[in-house]
T-cell receptor
Framework: AQSVTQLGSHVSVSEGALVLLRCNYSSSVPPYLFWYVQYPNQGLQLLLKYTTGATLVKGINGFEAEFKKSETSFHLTKPSAHMSDAAEYFCAVSDTNAGKSTFGDGTTLTVKP | GAVVSQHPSRVICKSGTSVKIECRSLDFQATTMFWYRQFPKQSLMLMATSNEGSKATYEQGVEKDKFLINHASLTLSTLTVTSAHPEDSSFYIC?????????????FGSGTRLTVV
């Protein structure tokens, strides 16, 4: 069984500020972890993924996430927020690299000018 | 690469009619596809997993006779909402497994907004 908890359904930051979106997971096997972004009325776009190897994962648009097994966390960060980063973000866990995924409830990121 | 095309993007239908949503993998063969449903301001809920050439596996609580899934080829999976009712109005998203490609994970379609009136 696997689950994902995204802490904070809404996060608001100023343009240029650090973005931190939190994700904790539960998995009975080594997890595959993903972060996705969703813009209104669109599908999901993969930001980054962790499968094995290096625990700091760099993704698109300046985002990165660090897999911390001891904390069962996979938080998403970006050093400097841009207005275009305003969207819905989903963390997901899978027990394989392409099996069923379990999604968190999502975090709405608002970027203030 | 690894693009999934989902159509239509929006559809409005009358209550009692059926609607078909298509999900095509454009540049790779998708052995496994997933169908999700998303209510406003909520997360994605997996409805079913479809494997090419075999019957779909439905999640608990999903009516297989209402949500017909066909995955007859390696590049096409379809979801048909039969006898649609207003409560079926939702955002439906397909996803394809990238197993067998040089990538890992999944790629998602752009979603279909279904409104039943």
């Amino acid at each position: 069984a696997q689950s994902v908890t995204q802490l904070g359904s809404h996060v608001s930051v100023s343009e240029g500020a650090l973005v931190l979106l939190r994700c904790n997971y539960s998995s009975s096997v080594p997890p595959y972890l993903f972060w996705y972004v969703q813009y209104p009325n669109q599908g999901l776009q993969l930001l980054l993924k962790y499968t094995t190897g290096a625990t700091l994962v760099k993704g698109i648009n300046g985002f990165e996430a660090e897999f911390k097994k001891s904390e069962t966390s996979f938080h998403l960060t970006k050093p400097s927020a841009h207005m275009s980063d305003a969207a819905e973000y989903f963390c997901a866990v899978s027990d394989t690299n392409a099996g069923k995924s379990t999604f968190g409830d999502g975090t709405t990121l608002t970027v203030k000018p | 690469g690894a693009v999934v095309s989902q159509h239509p993007s929006r559809v409005i239908c009358k209550s009692g009619t059926s609607v078909k949503i298509e999900c095509r993998s454009l540049d790779f063969q998708a052995t496994t596809m997933f169908w999700y449903r998303q209510f406003p301001k909520q997360s994605l809920m997996l409805m079913a997993t479809s494997n090419e050439g075999s019957k779909a596996t439905y999640e608990q609580g999903v009516e297989k006779d209402k949500f017909l899934i066909n995955h007859a080829s390696l590049t096409l999976s379809t979801l048909t909402v039969t006898s649609a009712h207003p409560e079926d109005s939702s955002f439906y998203i397909c996803s394809a497994s990238l197993t067998g490609t040089t990538n890992y994970g999944y790629t998602f379609g752009s979603g279909t907004r279904l409104t039943v009136v």
